[in-house]
Structures are given as C-alpha cells and as structure tokens.
C-alpha cells in the first residue's frame, strides 16, 4: 500500500472515475467524482476520419453535489443534435481546465485507464443487443479473484467494435455494505477523513454522532454493541432475529456493517476505483489478538483487490454499465418481509442506516440508469449538500431524515432501454407484494401493481431482455428448503426470497409469460445465488411458445460453498428429475424445464460455481445462440451447453 500524501499536496482532479453509463445515439451519461467542482469538456469522435467535436459542459449538462470538502459527484448527462453512428468505435475524452487556463487530458490525469498506446478512451454504440456482460456479488475481501478483470481481459483482446459486447449488467451487490473487511473499514475512515466527508448526528445509537462512531472501540469488529434497545425488554436485536444470532440487522458478516453516508460514499470510490488508496495509509486500529489475526488475513485479500483495480477502471472507462440494486447493496435480506419492513423502518437508527446506504446508491448507481426519474430526490440532496457546506460539514439532521423518507416511498428505481431487443431491468427490492396473513412470511418480489407495469412493458415486444436480481426460475430443491424454514418461522435463516415464495407474485409472473400479446423470447438474466446456471424454459400443452431462458451468473467476486452446492446440485437432480411426481408440487408445474450443462462439468453437473462474468450472445430474434461463463481464477471460459449438445 502506497503511504499517503502529507495532507497539504493537492489531491488529483478525478478520484473514481469516468464511469460511462447510459449511452444512447443521442444522449450520453458519463459518472465521476472530483475533488473539487470540474470545468469539462467533453471530447468526441466517431470514427477515425470523423472531425472531432468538442462539447463545454455547463451546469445543466454536468451536474454537481458536494458530499464533502474535497469530494464532489458529477453527472455528465450530455444531449446530443446529431445521433452518434452505431457500431462503429467513438473515441472520447474529457478535459480538464486547469488554473492557468490550460486543458489536460485523461491521458495526463488517469493514464491507467487507457490500453495500449491510446491517449484516449473509446465506446461503441450498438445497434441491437448482439452480446452482453453480465454478473453480480462483488465483496472485495471474498478469496476468489475479482470477475470484472475478465472484462478487463476480453475489452483488450477485442479491437474490432462490432466484436465488443453492447453493456456491461450489473445486476445486484455492487457493494456489500453489511459484509465489510477490517482494512476496507479502516480505508474507508481514513478515505472520510482525507476528502472531509460530511459527518451526521445518529439518533437512537449509542453514539451521538458520525465522528463518535469511528473513534468508538466498537467501531471495528463489535459494531453489534452499538445497536440500540427498545424500550420494551426486547431488544432490537431480538425483534429482528426473533432470537437468531446474528449481529446488526440480518447479515452473518455484520461485524463492520457500514452506518453513515459517508462509509457508504467512501466504500464507492475504494471498490471503483485505484486512486482513492494512493491518498490514504492505513494502519491497523487497536485489535485483539484474534482480531489481529483476522486483519491480518483480510487484509492480503484487499491488498490482491486493490492490485485489480486499474483493470475495473478502465472497463467502466469502456464499457456502457447499467446497474440495479439488491439487498447487500444495502442490508442482508432487505425488505425481505413485512415484519421485517415494520421492525426496521420503526427504529430511527435502522431506518438511518438502510437510507444512507439509499441515498449513496441514489448518487452513485441508480442516478446514471435514468436520469430523467430522479429529479425531486436529486432537489433535496442537493439542498441537503448545500447545507452541509455551511454547517461544519455536517448533513442536517432534518433534510437528511426528510430525503429518507422520500426515497424510502419512491417508485421509480426500475428502468427500460429502448434497445433491440428490450432491456427491462426491475426493481425486486422496494415494491414488495407483503403477505396480508403473516407478516414474517417472505413478500413477493414484486407487487400486483409493480407486475401490471411490466406486462404493460412488455406488450407487443417480439423479444426482451428481463433484468430480474433474483432468479425467477430457480433451483427447486434450494426453493423447498427456503419454503421450509419460512413454514418454521425462520425466512431470515435461508435469505427465503425467490419468485415462487410468494402465491401471488409466482402466480401473476407465469400468467405475464403465458399472455398472448408478451413477447414470443425472454431472456431473464439474474445474480443473487453466488452459483451459475442455465434453464431453458417450455410451457407444456402449447405450441409456439413462448421460449425462456433463465440466465444466471454469480458472484463477480464471491462463490457458493463448494460441497453444500455440490450436494444440492445431485439432490436436486435426484428429486426433481423430468419425471419425478414431485414437479406436481411446485407452482411452475405447467412448464417445462430443461437444465443446460456447464461445458467442463463433472457428470450430471448443472450448478456452476466459479467466480467471474456471464456473457450472451443473441440472433436476430433475440435468442441466446451462446452463453458463457469467464472465469476469474484463470480456467477457459464456460460454455453452458443446451441438451441436444450435451
């Protein structure tokens, strides 16, 4: 780890970032944080011959909130009057004005995200969804190399712009936020500290404040004791868990669980981006000898992800990247019941903890996907950054409260492309179909409401694309574990949330697939389970179908235990064979499903479990014509193969 600067040395201009995100003919979505407001210009050229345009961005087309003294996010959200050609390499760059008037390049102020001998970055504008990226679950301190550098890998190995996949998909657990590693915490304090994020008050916490909590001795390890009681002789914790151990809210890895904006903010730039820890130095809190130990481990895994992290920059340099959120993002099991939603949101300082995470996400993912949605949430950050800049730098408690609620009730985190085929991407988390006779009981992913939306998306479309975290068809014998436990009273224990956990979610889900005027394909590609699979899906008793695959590839950087998933896959295959009375049982029993096989499996294997990236290939009916699986520890990538090939 490089020490940090004397804190007098001027910090760079760009500290994560440009992220480029939604990228349209006409339109163009660049991210980035800067330590101070930036004057830009963004610089384009659309093919090698083209003249090259320079575009000033002015306040309406670079927007900027402060979240600290020298941290401030910029949406670059450029209209644009001539469309942009599709499928051919665009070359861009975003210049700088320095002090005395000069400009400088992302040659000049982040080399590291260039390849080759190029000076500047380049995208390529698809016509239609030809191939695509796509994954989930990056927890930095997980062993598993990261997956985002097989991106990294296949971006340098492909010079040809129709060979470059269309999007990266990110569909879930971008951060972890409740499942953070000692030294990724203390790079995080020191990372506040260093850019002068803004601090808060905490009510209902054991600690006053944002600057108490750091220096707590149960800031690091321990943050468990800082979850407060209720009045009544139940703690929270005991609500929550209804007895279970487990430390803050439901995660078994809650130890350090981020509580601030500014951990949430800072945890962003660290896993985004290399520059951030180039200006901090990090030396271990004071620790128990076990802890120590535990440090000590974690820390050469941090130390391998920081060394990866010039590859994931570059590849957010290159590659359009849409994301959605899923629980990790901001608390283990979010919103996974009724209860839950009750017991969390009826404390001020869960319902604190579960907003900040929203907020920072607001910033730094959703912000990008669709920027046309966001208006009213973005007036009040805006005007609560403002008066965090006059108050000592801290958010006033008030604006901050007020802003939480507004996201907590908001509706519109799901998005569409207008792309070939159609890219739906939903929001499994927030619109939740809540169990009207038991409140412990997991909810449906989506609510009636939620559903009716999609289907309405859906009409008239010959293909899409569905963007589901969760997998809608999922491995059953998994399911009818969860279905147990949830039965028992413990959905917490499982993560007991899947598409055909709830009645009427499963039900109104398959009857949007079976409706004449919904598209002839789907591909439905989800995250979430820490495994990879491919299901073909067939409706029985008819013909013409539609036809269904059920993509999933997880985790980036994270895996299922080797010999749970192992027993799981045989048992699966076992009970749940194509003529087993069992299938009778399960609500999906009115369609077929038809498990592809990994190429380089053992035999029977269906279930893969490797940490990397999925990649599909699509005809011109929107149809997977292949499906891959790149694999972060080095091995050639995966071919999932269908039977008639097996």
Same mark, same amino acid.
């Given at each position: 780890?490089?020490?940090?600067?004397?804190?007098?040395?001027?910090?760079?201009?760009?500290?994560?970032?440009?992220?480029?995100?939604?990228?349209?003919?006409?339109?163009? +979505?660049?991210?980035?944080?800067?330590?101070?407001?930036?004057?830009?210009?963004?610089?384009?050229?659309?093919?090698?011959?083209?003249?090259?345009?320079?575009?000033?961005?002015? !306040? =309406?087309?670079?927007?900027?909130?402060?979240?600290?003294?020298?941290?401030?996010?910029?949406?670059?959200?450029?209209?644009?009057?001539?469309?942009?050609?599709?499928?051919?390499?665009?070359?861009?760059?975003?210049?700088?004005?320095?002090?005395?008037?000069?400009?400088?390049?992302?040659?000049?102020?982040?080399?590291?995200?260039?390849?080759?001998?190029?000076?500047?970055? %380049?995208?390529?504008?698809?016509?239609?969804?030809?191939?695509?990226?796509?994954?989930?679950?990056?927890?930095?301190?997980?062993?598993?190399?990261?997956?985002?550098?097989?991106? %990294?890998?296949?971006?340098?190995?492909?010079?040809?712009?129709?060979?470059?996949?269309?999007?990266?998909?990110?569909?879930?657990?971008? +951060?972890?936020?409740?499942?953070?590693?000692?030294?990724?915490?203390?790079?995080?304090?020191?990372?506040?500290?260093?850019?002068?994020?803004?601090?808060?008050?905490? %009510?209902?916490?054991?600690?006053?404040?944002?600057?108490?909590?750091?220096?707590?001795?149960?800031?690091?390890?321990?943050?468990?004791?800082?979850?407060?009681?209720?009045?009544?002789?139940?703690?929270?914790?005991?609500?929550?868990?209804?007895?279970?151990?487990?430390?803050?809210?439901?995660?078994?890895?809650?130890?350090?669980?981020?509580?601030?904006?500014?951990?949430?903010?800072?945890?962003?730039?660290?896993?985004?981006?290399?520059?951030?820890?180039?200006?901090?130095?990090?030396?271990?809190?004071?620790?128990?000898?076990?802890?120590?130990?535990?440090?000590?481990? =974690?820390?050469?895994?941090?130390?391998?992800?920081?060394?990866?992290?010039?590859?994931?920059?570059?590849?957010?340099?290159?590659?359009?990247?849409?994301?959605?959120?899923?629980?990790? %993002?901001?608390?283990?099991?979010?919103?996974?019941?009724?209860?839950?939603?009750?017991? !969390?949101?009826?404390?001020?300082?869960?319902?604190?903890?579960?907003?900040?995470?929203?907020? !920072?996400?607001?910033?730094?993912?959703?912000?990008?996907?669709?920027?046309?949605?966001?208006?009213?949430?973005?007036?009040?950050?805006?005007?609560?950054?403002?008066?965090?800049?006059?108050?000592?730098?801290?958010?006033?408690?008030?604006?901050?409260?007020?802003?939480?609620?507004?996201?907590?009730?908001?509706?519109?985190?799901?998005?569409?492309?207008?792309?070939?085929?159609?890219?739906?991407?939903?929001?499994?988390?927030?619109?939740?179909?809540?169990?009207?006779?038991?409140?412990?009981?997991?909810?449906?992913?989506?609510?009636?409401?939620?559903?009716?939306?999609?289907?309405?998306?859906?009409?008239?479309?010959?293909?899409?694309?569905?963007?589901?975290?969760?997998?809608?068809?999922?491995?059953?014998?998994?399911?009818?574990?969860?279905?147990?436990?949830?039965?028992?009273?413990?959905?917490?224990?499982?993560?007991?949330?899947?598409?055909?956990?709830?009645?009427?979610?499963?039900?109104?889900?398959?009857?949007?697939?079976?409706?004449?005027?919904?598209?002839?394909?789907?591909?439905?590609?989800?995250?979430?389970?820490?495994?990879?699979?491919?299901?073909?899906?067939?409706?029985?008793?008819?013909?013409?179908?539609?036809?269904?695959?059920?993509?999933?590839?997880?985790?980036?950087?994270?895996?299922?235990?080797?010999?749970?998933? =192992?027993?799981?896959?045989?048992?699966?295959?076992?009970?749940?064979?194509?003529?087993?009375?069992?299938?009778?049982?399960?609500?999906?029993?009115?369609?077929?499903?038809?498990?592809?096989?990994? =190429?380089?499996?053992?035999?029977?294997?269906?279930?893969?479990?490797?940490?990397?990236?999925?990649?599909?290939?699509?005809?011109?009916?929107?149809?997977?014509?292949?499906?891959?699986?790149?694999?972060?520890?080095?091995?050639?990538?995966?071919?999932?193969?269908?039977?008639?090939?097996?």
């Amino acid at each position: 780890m490089q020490p940090a600067p004397p804190a007098t040395l001027i910090l760079p201009p760009v500290l994560a970032g440009p992220l480029l995100r939604r990228l349209e003919p006409t339109r163009l +979505v660049l991210w980035l944080v800067g330590s101070r407001a930036l004057k830009l210009t963004l610089r384009v050229q659309a093919g090698s011959n083209a003249p090259i345009r320079d575009y000033p961005l002015t !306040a =309406e087309q670079c927007q900027v909130i402060p979240v600290g003294q020298q941290a401030v996010i910029h949406l670059i959200d450029l209209p644009l009057d001539s469309a942009l050609p599709y499928d051919v390499r665009i070359d861009y760059d975003l210049l700088l004005e320095n002090a005395d008037g000069s400009c400088s390049g992302i040659a000049d102020w982040a080399p590291h995200l260039l390849y080759g001998q190029k000076r500047q970055p %380049d995208f390529v504008l698809h016509s239609r969804i030809d191939s695509l990226l796509h994954g989930s679950c990056r927890k930095p301190h997980h062993p598993a190399n990261d997956g985002l550098l097989c991106v %990294d890998r296949l971006l340098a190995q492909t010079p040809e712009p129709g060979q470059r996949p269309a999007l990266l998909m990110m569909s879930g657990d971008q +951060v972890y936020a409740d499942d953070v590693a000692g030294p990724m915490l203390r790079a995080i304090h020191a990372l506040i500290e260093r850019l002068g994020l803004f601090g808060e008050q905490l %009510d209902g916490a054991v600690v006053a404040d944002s600057e108490a909590l750091y220096r707590h001795p149960a800031s690091y390890y321990r943050r468990a004791e800082l979850l407060p009681a209720l009045k009544s002789n139940e703690t929270l914790r005991e609500r929550f868990f209804g007895g279970v151990k487990k430390p803050i809210f439901t995660s078994s890895s809650a130890d350090n669980h981020l509580v601030t904006f500014a951990e949430v903010l800072a945890m962003y730039l660290l896993v985004w981006s290399p520059v951030p820890w180039t200006l901090i130095d990090l030396q271990p809190p004071q620790l128990t000898p076990e802890q120590q130990a535990r440090y000590a481990k =974690e820390q050469q895994r941090i130390d391998a992800f920081v060394g990866g992290l010039d590859g994931v920059a570059r590849v957010f340099a290159h590659l359009s990247s849409l994301m959605i959120f899923d629980d990790h %993002d901001i608390t283990d099991d979010w919103n996974l019941s009724a209860q839950w939603e009750e017991t !969390a949101y009826g404390h001020p300082f869960s319902k604190r903890i579960i907003g900040n995470a929203l907020i !920072a996400y607001l910033l730094c993912q959703g912000w990008g996907n669709n920027p046309d949605a966001f208006a009213a949430p973005l007036q009040h950050t805006r005007a609560l950054s403002a008066e965090a800049q006059g108050d000592a730098l801290n958010l006033d408690k008030t604006a901050q409260d007020t802003l939480i609620d507004e996201l907590l009730r908001f509706q519109q985190w799901q998005y569409t492309l207008p792309t070939t085929p159609a890219l739906v991407v939903l929001d499994t988390r927030t619109r939740r179909w809540r169990s009207e006779f038991d409140l412990g009981q997991p909810s449906g992913l989506l609510d009636w409401e939620a559903l009716s939306e999609l289907q309405h998306e859906l009409l008239d479309h010959p293909s899409a694309i569905i963007v589901s975290p969760a997998p809608v068809f999922g491995v059953k014998l998994i399911e009818t574990v969860q279905k147990v436990f949830s039965w028992c009273g413990y959905p917490l224990l499982v993560d007991a949330e899947n598409w055909m956990a709830h009645r009427g979610a499963a039900q109104v889900i398959l009857n949007i697939f079976r409706h004449s005027r919904t598209p002839g394909n789907y591909v439905i590609l989800s995250g979430d389970v820490h495994y990879s699979f491919v299901y073909e899906v067939l409706i029985r008793h008819r013909t013409g179908g539609p036809k269904i695959w059920q993509i999933t590839s997880s985790g980036i950087k994270n895996e299922f235990p080797p010999t749970l998933l =192992e027993w799981f896959d045989r048992l699966n295959r076992w009970l749940y064979s194509p003529r087993s009375p069992l299938n009778w049982f399960t609500r999906r029993r009115l369609m077929r499903v038809v498990p592809y096989s990994p =190429e380089h499996r053992e035999a029977g294997e269906r279930l893969w479990n490797s940490a990397g990236i999925g990649q599909v290939f699509f005809n011109d009916q929107g149809q997977p014509q292949a499906i891959y699986q790149h694999n972060a520890n080095g091995r050639e990538k995966t071919r999932m193969l269908a039977p008639d090939k097996d």
